[in-house]
């Protein structure tokens, strides 16, 4: 009830503080006889690591991932697994200045009237480190969709103004790490590069957009009437610190449309039925059919600043606050890996609930079509 | 685990199929005492049924709502609340058409895959006539949201390519209901009401953006990390029939600004803490900070037209499909009540998921800055 | 949260009140495809209805069910189903006497304190008739199972003092419904009708033991630590009205015993692993080992009687209560159908969860014993 | 869906297993404002510790408990809190004998059946190792209970046929921790631990009975229909390793006696209503009436003993199984802390699930009766 579990089949649940002791994850449903590849679930949580490049954080941390139980010789046994990091560059002085009062745009004030008893160093519960859990356990879940031919890949298209007017398939997605910032149209990833380093160098911040594309996902995932695929992957996306906005296939520029031209013409590719565009984004009537699920999300500026700020302390009384702290200029090069594991997560979740609905007629009906 | 169900705390389950013989919603978790305004109930409900204007679809539906349980002597009693809506327009016949074919951008297909036993008479389960159930059910939530002061208004902000350049205060949203198009900035509404109006004439459909927003929202609504009340309101929102797209505050715009910008600063009214602009959205770190909660929702053309188009059958033989049946030319006027209902069922539900944290001390924080 | 659903994975939502237009209840989760056999369905509520023999409650109600949603064309569809049943004989005057006072060991008045507003008439939503809507999902839960080859059956091992010494398979459970009592030792049911009739010519009430026997399951439903079979078995039967405990396999006697005399040895049937003994009552670990569950539920006698009673009203004034109403001299007769049901939704509902577990492997791990 | 949490508004998720690395427990719904009382978790673990006596598994853990997240400057914050307990006497070389056969009546086969890949080393998962965590998490909740005037307290009332026929006031349960046995009739507690001993030198088991009683709870906790307080308390204990039955109020006891000698006649006390007797055991329709709670839990004996016994492997051929390892003798001494931990988390959940009931009218029916 409290909203730290996320997934209602593969059931993830984080705990953890910027500056606390550490910070993991509990997995409960994922299935027996996954071979665990620590060293993939080590690389994902490296992209998301601090101070992996100079245009992010440089906060020091390994974000070294164990993984404590639910394992056996190297497979999972169906029973939770427990993956932990321990919080090693924890400078908890750093945020002293912040005790009595509210930083602007941050969680700060409404921890404080929610809950009374706030730890404030870092954001505490709020701050972003708490998705480093996000994506040890959406590596999990990589793994697993592997087996299954599903892939998934998420790449900044936007930072601030400058954004590319490519998109996939045109992009070439393997193109994506080679920069820092994560875009993998090359020429424009060089102009976002410059453009965050003259914003972290004024000491402010700039926002961005990730985008975000699946591929290889059978017909079938999703549960309407609430639980529609791509409103579990709105959730799943709103829930990262700093997005604002979540558009699917066609999405806000759908609204300019005709029905006309819109519609998804339904074609048979050998046994399969396909369409011919696809401005639903893979998903209709809140289920996949199985043509690629791309998305976008929108993150805002990060709050913290260098620059002295207006505000108020605990007791409402005018104050000031200047950043200290280490922070990103802009979040959506370390928000790749994060939102790629959160879709994870969502697809995961949706392929084992299929797994309850009758399945058996699913190849006879595609058969019939052979 | 179907997903018929929404909220933790105030949980609706909706029924029905567009031409079974009814659809309802049972409501767990009302408390009790509360006041059943019948003729408020129905009356959103009339907001959302067919045939109340030209340019929505002409079905015939009164949509009279029934109570069968959980109110007694005009109150609720704490047990749960059943409210039924009998079909009573039923046309199937106009869909045996397309009994063994899928309309593109409907759901068709991917119900015949997931479930293989489909009704698909006007859509069954996957129509927006499940969303009276919502509405229903919204108008209890809202009526409980008014007692503490929470009002929710949505309106039609964009038809098409037309839309207004001005958003709430400017808008007065008593203005709302003046026309048929819901947009309540009027001389823009008319040049809606005549794009619809075209649009239908020539048998297509169009698409457009549904903006609300939420005043009196008291500070501590909301649920870190995953059940952050933005994550929750996109849920609600994207499972709304033809939604693709969701953003608050900011939204996407956000993107291009610079945290100098963008950070709200903290002011003090009265021993109230508030904030200078309201870029936030009314939501810091997933929890409301007590300004107005602003969000946009992209609609996108509904996917029934008239003229033919190509598809294939259940077999993925080649075939095409003629619009019968009646529908809407552009959702979002019917959209508006929808919107709504669906952000009073979050808000309630954090209402009285937020009751379970430590209130006393709220007061004393508040007097303390008095 | 309120705790009128049951089930993660067939998840049931009841609703209504004793005295109210009518109860029932929304399924959500039942897989698609499955034969509703509208005979059975209602057969099931005859074995529970009131009026059935005259050793039960005489008020007249058909108690006929109608389905609402989530079928089509005889199948559900993967949609909610909902099953309405009207009250028809709603003597709500015989309550008016108790408005404003307590029963005693009724729940008058605990839900008078947590809800303030009561609906008092035949206990509201407390009165046993909200089982009915159980029953019909039951039904519907067992025809699940038939499918799959489980079959449960209960019957009345006690009333009073009055038991058999007999159990499954020496009893033979055909003879349960020969007698108004479901006791299938024919001899000592007909010791438990007179007893029951001689205890309501008293005015007074008796309680009883319900016995039940689950055949067919097979190995691997029930998820640890929390979800044991049994576990879900235990609270499905205490959430029965009168309901008072609940022991399975060796149960209270298992306490007196060795594990040298308690430990199921295992042993080879063809490709099958049995035990020799059965004191674990076929599940281990909280899982289904493949051999029959058994089960026992004591139930308390019912609370209403005829001689006047002394109680208090609603501002704690001594007062006095008599039985008026129509009620149960012995609650077992009915009760077998109930806990039938309870036993039938705990087992979908874990058949259902099950197969998100690899199962794949299951085959081949039972060939190679083949 | 796995079923390793518990609770729906205090959530409890267990992980680890006998000879993984470490065992522990997240906690989701932890009010904030909590003082942590280290001292006494560490000693409600310790009352759980193998080693404790003579009686029990000498297996050597001092069972530290470490708080990783949710705490700041000694109190809870609001979010979650991480418990972690190291396994380090995890003598593993212990179980190489049982890797491929099952021991009779533990939980080898079943698991075997449903994972594939199973940690046998200890029982893994399913061993009683898994309770420390709840323990933990039960001492949290107990701290908050406390507050609210609400204790809980278990002790031994039956070891094999040993039993005491005093109960609760008439015995004084500040001597259930004056003996290893934890029996407060300390006459009937010297034959317990004699009877123990003797067992134990036989390399036998024995089963016995946890009695426990709840004094202080308020009127109005549980939630019905199937969330009645006693429904979830029947859950929680059986989900405990080796419970085979559950009882409370007049339980078994209460199927011989009549309405007119069960009932329970309100009587008014002060401004209090209370009843004379309490065979509803301070529940009535599910909810809690104000007076004590009481419940009795049975326990089978445990399933390794000494002597060789005959079983099959994993590929169904006759092998024996042989005890080493490390066991009880009897669960139940143990068995108390575990039984009131259970008890504290369904009282806590339910605790905080009634906050979102109206609460305000109850004061004023309270003051009307005063």
């Known amino acids: 009830m409290r909203g730290n579990s996320f997934g209602k089949a593969f059931t993830i649940t984080t ?28 690389s994902e949580l490296d992209r998301r690591r601090p101070g992996q490049s100079k245009i992010v954080t440089q906060r020091k941390e390994s974000d070294t991932v164990q993984i404590l139980s639910g394992d056996f010789e ?118 976002m590069i410059d453009h965050i380093k003259a914003v972290k160098k004024a000491g402010d911040t700039i926002g961005g957009v990730v985008a975000a594309v699946v591929t290889g996902c059978p017909v079938g995932l999703g549960e309407p009437a609430f639980d529609k695929l791509h409103a579990d992957l709105a959730k799943a996306m709103l829930s990262i610190n700093a997005c604002k906005g979540f558009e699917y296939g066609s999405g806000f520029d759908g609204v300019t449309m005709r029905g006309s031209e819109h519609n998804d013409i339904f074609v048979k590719e050998g046994n399969e039925i396909k369409t011919k565009t696809n401005f639903s984004g893979g998903i209709q009537g809140g289920i996949s059919n199985g043509m690629d699920i791309y998305f976008r999300c929108a993150f805002k500026p990060v709050a913290t600043i260098i620059p002295a700020q207006d505000s108020v302390d605990v007791k409402g009384e005018k104050t000031e606050v200047v950043g200290k702290g280490r922070h990103d200029p802009c979040v959506v090069p370390r928000a790749v890996p994060i939102v790629e594991a959160m879709a994870a997560l969502v697809l995961i979740d949706h392929y084992l609930r299929d797994l309850m609905v009758r399945r058996e007629d699913r190849g006879e009906r595609r058969e019939e079509r052979g």
């Not at 994850?25 to 994922?30: A, E, H, K, N, Y």
């Not at 996954?34 to 060293?39: E, G, K, Q, V, Y």
């Open 74 to 191: 190297g497979k999972t046994t169906g029973t939770p697994l427990m993956l932990l990091i321990w919080n090693a560059d924890a400078r908890s002085k750093d945020y002293s200045h912040i005790a009595d009062r509210f930083r602007p745009s941050h969680a700060d004030f409404t921890y404080h009237e929610k809950y009374g008893n706030r730890d404030y160093r870092g954001g505490g519960r709020s701050s972003a480190r708490e998705t480093a859990a996000r994506v040890a356990a959406g590596a999990i879940a990589k793994l697993f969709l592997r087996e299954k031919g599903i892939e998934i890949n998420a790449y900044v298209s936007q930072v601030g103004a400058i954004k590319t007017e490519k998109s996939y398939p045109e992009l070439d997605l393997a193109d994506t790490e080679k920069t820092a910032v994560r875009c993998p149209d090359l020429p424009v990833a060089e102009q």
């Open 15 to 42: 705990f953890g503080e910027s500056h606390g002791k550490a910070i993991g994850v509990t997995i409960d449903g994922c299935p027996a006889g996954l071979t665990l590849d620590l060293n993939f679930i080590q």
